[in-house]
């Protein structure tokens, strides 16, 4: 072993493909364009100016100087130096399933289909299971959104539709305010990862 090398940075997760990484000012600018993407955001209530987007930002880098975790910025090194943001926040809201950290991913459509959210997605469970030894991790969408629910699905996330839930950021008869959960507990992934 090469004691020469530096000790891996915690403030960053590494995948096959994909760098997390702490964001960066010039990161705002291309995440206010996914913000901005109607089809990126096509299944939250609206896009984001960039005013908006970069309260978003604030809120992230906020997260991450009070629980030392958050949304990282996804970089797909050799392709893109932000293709979005994955990682892992507290739930702000309450519901039957809350207090809970939930994994959640925003990532430009021309990166869509490729296995870079899955993959990014897989390193911050990792983290969030083995480094900060979370009982759980959910996540949750409305039901039409099959692109988020698939990855969540390859994640090992499982969900009952019982435990679907009405978002309460959003008035009872917007059609986005039916969101399906899905779960997963700490002792399901170690079995996954055969540990």
Request: aromatic letters at 10%; one cysteine or more; charged letters at 20%.
């Amino acid at each position: 072993m090469n004691n020469d090398l530096p000790p891996p940075d915690p403030a960053m997760l590494q995948g096959a493909r994909v760098l997390l990484r702490p964001w960066r000012p010039e990161d705002r600018a291309p995440f206010a364009a996914i913000n901005a993407d109607p089809l990126a955001m096509r299944h939250f209530p609206a896009p984001l100016s960039r005013h908006d987007s970069d309260a978003l930002a604030d809120r992230v880098e906020a997260h991450f100087a009070q629980y030392g975790f958050g949304p990282w910025a996804l970089e797909i090194p050799g392709v893109s130096e932000f293709a979005g943001c994955v990682g892992l926040l507290n739930v702000s809201f309450q519901a039957h399933f809350t207090p809970a950290v939930e994994i959640a991913w925003r990532v430009a459509p021309a990166f869509w289909g490729k296995g870079y959210a899955t993959e990014a997605a897989a390193c911050a469970i990792r983290h969030g299971f083995r480094a900060l030894a979370l009982p759980e991790i959910v996540s949750f969408t409305v039901p039409a959104n099959l692109r988020s629910i698939a990855v969540m699905q390859r994640l090992g996330m499982q969900c009952d539709i019982r435990e679907d839930f009405l978002h309460p950021n959003l008035p009872p008869q917007h059609p986005l305010c039916l969101h399906r959960l899905y779960r997963l507990r700490r002792g399901q992934w170690l079995e996954q990862q055969g540990s």
